[in-house]
T-cell receptor, first 117, second 111 residues
Framework: GAVVSQHPSRVICKSGTSVKIECRSL??????MFWYRQFPKQSLMLMAT?????????EQGVEKDKFLINHASLTLSTLTVTSAHPEDSSFYIC?????????????FGPGTRLTVL | GNSVTQMEGPVTLSEEAFLTINCTYT??????LFWYVQYPGEGLQLLLK?????DKGSNKGFEATYRKETTSFHLEKGSVQVSDSAVYFC??????????FGKGTLLTVNP
């Protein structure tokens, strides 16, 4: 149980194009999803918190017009990287929050490797 | 703000060696503490967690104890295997359920 998928797993795009990444909770409903960015050999940096039916909350320094987040249902959140540039190349990971026992636990997707040429 | 500091790697061990990866944290209030593992090419998996002081989390032979007095959550395993080779992340979660991660420690176990 508590499986989170991401699609695509890898994407290569040209500079200036937009890329959409999907995050799905396959066997549970998630009112909250999180989007992270991971640079090579570094930790995960939280980009934004996405709540179903409301606007995402972005962390300081993350451009909300650059990284569009939509959480249209309890099982799907999307991250769109608009007008991508090479510096946006990174590993993007989502997580979905679910209550396990008395605790709110995050379950992580496998990540999406974005390469912008 | 919250922060997590874990020992920098890489760490290279021989099979059956003892493993310790140090982790200390700074947080307001009483955070929950976690260790996540990331195998090559995969996403993060929760390895173990502890939600209050003196709790011990354990899984797959790994253990970590929530030490409030030293603000630490060191990861240990008595006998590592080649299959334990991965990146290990220490993390904390505050009341908003946001996770703050350490930088990760790459562990390589040689046969």
């Amino acid at each position: 149980g508590a499986v989170v998928s991401q699609h695509p797993s890898r994407v290569i795009c040209k500079s200036g194009t937009s890329v959409k990444i999907e995050c799905r909770s396959l066997d549970f409903q998630a009112t909250t999803m999180f989007w992270y960015r991971q640079f090579p050999k570094q930790s995960l940096m939280l980009m934004a918190t996405s709540n179903e039916g409301s606007k995402a909350t972005y962390e300081q320094g993350v451009e909300k017009d650059k990284f569009l987040i939509n959480h249209a249902s309890l099982t799907l959140s999307t991250l769109t990287v608009t007008s991508a540039h090479p510096e946006d190349s990174s590993f993007y990971i989502c997580s979905a929050s679910a209550v396990v026992g008395s605790y709110n636990e995050q379950f992580f997707g496998p990540g999406t490797r974005l390469t912008v040429l | 703000g919250n922060s997590v500091t874990q020992m920098e790697g890489p760490v290279t061990l021989s099979e059956e060696a003892f493993l310790t990866i140090n982790c200390t944290y700074t947080a307001t209030g009483y955070p929950s503490l976690f260790w996540y593992v990331q195998y090559p090419g995969e996403g993060l998996q929760l390895l173990l967690k502890a939600t209050k002081a003196d709790d011990k989390g354990s899984n797959k032979g790994f253990e970590a104890t929530y030490r409030k007095e030293t603000t630490s959550f060191h990861l240990e395993k008595g006998s590592v295997q080649v299959s334990d080779s991965a990146v290990y992340f220490c993390a904390l979660s505050d009341s908003n359920y946001k996770l703050t991660f350490g930088k990760g420690t790459l562990l390589t176990v040689n046969p």
